[in-house]
């Protein structure tokens, strides 16, 4: 009864400081149970004197100001927001270090064959540069196909496309960082070892190994495979639009141009790099994470759910 009288008068404060002078313990009980029923308005629910120093009580008065749950729910805004910046980063940051940048830095003459290639190398020309590039592109790429898959994954919608997206960028990442190991050996060969035929002789070798021609194809082709279907994975999610999947047959199509043999390496790559743009800015735009759990909304009075409290109060 103490209950129901207790919400008509909208927990008044006098009132429930009157019942704890004359029955401290019976009072102190009925106030723990409005402030863990939400009859109480979050205004008397969060205030101090109310709680009458019981420890109980004062957690279930915090409750509305904050505690483990809402730290929780912005610790996980935090990791959600750099997890977001990581992925928009690496998705552009991948294709322009593997594909684009590389090229740009190796020396400008024409080898006519693989062994001139290698003897030149020998001779303190090896691109370092471009060869450190491409391994930070390589593991950029887990980070992005990883972040475009978890983004459709929580939406979900396009879940299937967005996990064949993970599955063959998370190959093409691995295959490209082991064919990069073996060309740093081929590296360590032509540049450390004294006896430059011996060395041309073994990086012609190790690049004829079919483990060699095989994670190439991988890695290029996984590359190239992977972002357009986590692209159609974001259209199914309608995070981007449809033209984003459709701007990656670019490449393809640039690739039919007759254009001179510097262009027609590097313009396709370029091509590459709309989409992902397009992408990374779509990712940053997206709102963050809603919390997990809000808190709950005092019942208006006189609706079903006041009065079915206000039932379950009384019995």
């Given at each position: 009864m103490?209950?129901?009288q207790?919400?008509?008068l909208?927990?008044?404060?006098?009132?429930?400081?009157?019942?704890?002078?004359?029955?401290?313990?019976?009072?102190?009980?009925?106030v723990?149970?409005?402030?863990?029923?939400?009859?109480c308005?979050?205004?008397?629910?969060?205030?101090?004197?109310?709680?009458?120093?019981?420890p109980?009580?004062y957690?279930?008065?915090?409750?509305?100001?904050?505690?483990p749950?809402?730290?929780?729910?912005a610790?996980m805004r935090?990791?959600?927001?750099v997890k977001r910046?990581?992925?928009?980063?690496?998705?552009?940051?991948?294709?322009?270090?593997v594909?684009?940048l590389?090229?740009?830095?190796?020396?400008?003459a024409?080898?006519?064959?693989a062994?001139?290639?290698?003897?030149a190398?020998a001779?303190?020309?090896?691109?370092?540069?471009?060869?450190w590039?491409?391994?930070?592109?390589a593991?950029?790429?887990?980070?992005?196909v990883?972040g475009?898959?978890g983004?459709?994954?929580r939406?979900?919608?396009?879940?299937a496309?967005?996990?064949?997206?993970?599955?063959?960028?998370?190959?093409?990442?691995?295959s490209?960082?082991?064919?990069l190991?073996?060309?740093?050996?081929?590296?360590f060969?032509?540049?450390?070892?004294?006896?430059?035929?011996?060395?041309?002789a073994?990086?012609?070798?190790?690049s004829r190994?079919?483990?060699?021609?095989a994670?190439?194809?991988?890695?290029?082709?996984?590359?190239?495979?992977?972002?357009?279907?986590?692209?159609?994975?974001?259209?199914r999610s309608?995070?981007?639009?449809?033209?984003?999947?459709?701007?990656?047959?670019l490449?393809?199509l640039?690739?039919?141009a007759?254009?001179?043999?510097?262009?027609?390496?590097?313009?396709?790559?370029?091509?590459?790099?709309?989409?992902?743009l397009?992408?990374t800015?779509?990712?940053?735009?997206?709102?963050?994470?809603?919390?997990?759990?809000?808190?709950p909304a005092?019942?208006?009075?006189?609706?079903?759910?006041?009065?079915?409290?206000?039932?379950?109060?009384?019995?």
């Open positions: 103490l209950v129901a207790s919400h008509r909208q927990c008044d404060d006098s009132l429930l400081v009157t019942g704890a002078l004359l029955a401290p313990r019976k009072a102190e009980a009925n723990l149970l409005l402030n863990q029923s939400g009859l308005p979050r205004k008397s629910r969060d205030m101090r004197p109310m709680c009458m120093g019981h109980d009580s957690r279930s008065c915090s409750a509305g100001r904050g505690g749950l809402q730290h929780w729910e610790c935090g990791i959600d927001l910046w990581l992925t928009a980063a690496a998705v552009t940051l991948a294709p322009l270090l594909l684009v590389p090229p740009l830095l190796l020396p400008g024409d080898y006519a064959n062994e001139q290639q290698y003897r190398y001779n303190d020309q090896f691109p370092w540069e471009g060869l590039l491409q391994v930070a592109g593991v950029l790429l887990v980070p992005a990883q475009i898959a983004t459709v994954w939406l979900r919608r396009g879940v496309l967005g996990l064949a997206g993970l599955l063959i960028g998370m190959i093409a990442a691995f490209l960082l082991l064919l190991g073996l060309e740093l050996g081929q590296a060969v032509l540049t450390e070892g004294s006896d430059t035929e011996a060395g041309v073994l990086a012609l070798a190790m190994w079919p483990v060699f021609t994670l190439l194809g991988l890695g290029f082709a996984g590359f190239f495979v992977a972002l357009p279907i986590l692209a159609l994975g974001l259209w309608r995070v981007v639009p449809m033209v984003v999947p459709a701007l990656f047959l490449p393809v640039i690739g039919f007759p254009l001179p043999a510097p262009a027609a390496n590097l313009v396709p790559s370029f091509g590459l790099l709309a989409p992902c397009w992408i800015v779509q990712l940053l735009r997206r709102p963050l994470l809603p919390p997990v759990s809000e808190a005092r019942p208006a009075a006189g609706s079903e759910e006041d009065l079915s409290v206000s039932d379950a109060s009384r019995s």
